[in-house]
């Protein structure tokens, strides 16, 4: 393997096509404020390096990242990229993630609007993300261990699993298909709407208005707490720890808890025919 350290580049496509070579303690910055420095690379590795200029990472294959900071100036910094293993690493800019295949992220601090749009195959471990919208159209998606903040996450995603993680959301999960999040904090208003095959276990759900016009819903000893008007016009059983503010016009399935605060049947444009049970054994 070729190598090239302790260098800076600030040229238009620096190490433009660079193959089989480990680019080392280089810093890429400066006055010339050059894109694309690694464009259309093969089986490169990146290690402590400093990036500061748009579009660094583009159409690349087989591609390591380690210890290393993209700043809030590395604008839409992997694009279009395969088979990559991002490790120990801070990015700022935004768009960071768009359109690749088969991306490893562990142990990463990640802060970037529309992070991950369109990806496939990635998987997530022991990191922390800041994203406005995060996996918008996305699929094929495992996450171990993530600290989230954000507003519009997971919408329009497929095949997606979540495990011991928190998510600071909001309307996140809407139109998403066969989703899996397993022992999780979930807190975010409008929680899940329109999406299909979601599957919550041991989960604690915080936030109002949740479930509303879902398919194939199920909660499995979840916690509910802030959750008024929930599972409006879904097909859904949940089997809750806990009691539920409040429940509203649920279309089918079954629906148990400690305790319910209320039960609304009003203003429905369909008939009710979930089930609704306390543990105390009384069938509303």
Known sequence: MDMIENMTYDSERALYNIRNTLVKNCRFAGPADGESVLKETRDIIIENCSFSLRYPIWHAEKYELRNSQLDEKTRASLWYSDDGMIENTDIRGVKALRECNNTVIRNCRIESVEFGWKTNNTKIYDSSITSEYIFLDAKNIEI?????????????????????????????????????????????????????????????????????????????????????????????????????????????????????????????????????????????
């Open 144 to 284: 171990t261990n993530l600290d989230f903040k954000g507003k519009y996450s997971f919408q329009y995603v497929e095949n997606l699993i979540i495990r011991d993680s928190v998510l600071d959301t909001k309307d996140a999960f809407w139109h998403a298909k066969n989703v899996t999040v397993t022992d999780s904090v979930i807190k975010g208003e409008y929680l899940a709407w329109f999406s299909e095959g979601l599957t919550l276990i041991r989960c604690r759900i915080i936030g109002t208005q949740p479930f509303c016009y879902c398919k194939d819903l199920k909660l499995i000893d979840c916690e509910m707490e802030k959750c008024d008007l929930s599972f409006e016009y879904s097909d859904v059983k949940a089997d809750v720890k806990g009691s539920i503010d409040s429940v509203k016009n649920p279309k089918s399935g079954r629906i148990t808890a400690d305790s319910i605060g209320e039960i609304i049947y009003e203003d429905s444009i369909m008939e009710s025919k979930a089930k609704i049970v306390t543990r105390s054994h009384d069938d509303k």
